[in-house]
């Protein structure tokens, strides 16, 4: 069990990472370029696709990490395990509880005004930085796999 917890957690967060960065790189910026007539279709389209790209993986790595303070291998220590359920913890919660209500927001009104843009690429900027501390201490654990 715990081996196949580990994998969960070492694809769940390599993952997540990945689609954070996309986020944060490539598909916020590109919603300022939309037509304001677009933009409600878009993000609709956006938030429709969300659950199966976004959301699944993002429920998986919480999950799957908050499992990993009981149900560790030998090679993970207790302390390491809280830091990255406290990091990936931050980043579902920063979007739940920050990035939600500018999404919401966006389809109350269907407009991508510019304030709520610029948050969500500040918010996105951090997701990147959590998930890529949770990836450093991911590859710090295969090494110490790999090695033992």
Same mark, same amino acid.
């Given at each position: 069990m715990?081996?196949? &917890?580990?994998?969960?957690?070492v *694809? ?6 990945? %689609?954070n @960065?996309? #986020?944060y790189?490539i598909?916020?910026p590109?919603?300022?370029? %939309?037509?304001?007539e677009?933009?409600?279709?878009v993000h609709? $389209?956006y *938030?429709?696709?969300?659950d199966?790209i976004?959301?699944?993986?993002h ?9 990993? &303070?009981?149900?560790?291998p030998?090679?993970v220590a207790l302390?390491e395990?809280i830091?990255?359920?406290g990091l $990936?913890a @931050?980043?579902?919660a920063v ?5 939600g209500p500018?999404?919401?927001?966006f389809?109350r #009104?269907g407009?991508?005004d510019?304030a709520? +843009?610029? &948050? =969500? %690429?500040r ?5 990147v930085v ?10 710090r654990w =295969? +090494?110490?796999?790999l #090695?033992?």
């Amino acid at each position: 069990m715990r081996d196949v &917890l580990f994998v969960v957690v070492v *694809l769940s967060t390599v993952f997540c990472a990945a %689609v954070n @960065a996309y #986020t944060y790189q490539i598909a916020y910026p590109l919603w300022g370029f %939309v037509g304001r007539e677009a933009f409600a279709a878009v993000h609709r $389209e956006y *938030l429709r696709r969300l659950d199966s790209i976004i959301t699944v993986p993002h429920v998986a790595m919480f999950f799957s990490a908050a499992l990993m &303070l009981w149900l560790r291998p030998a090679f993970v220590a207790l302390a390491e395990a809280i830091v990255l359920f406290g990091l $990936e913890a @931050a980043v579902v919660a920063v979007s739940a509880f920050v990035a939600g209500p500018v999404h919401a927001r966006f389809t109350r #009104t269907g407009v991508c005004d510019e304030a709520g +843009l610029k &948050l =969500l %690429v500040r918010i996105s900027a951090l997701r990147v930085v959590l998930m890529a501390a949770s990836c450093g201490l991911v590859v710090r654990w =295969l +090494l110490a796999l790999l #090695t033992r």
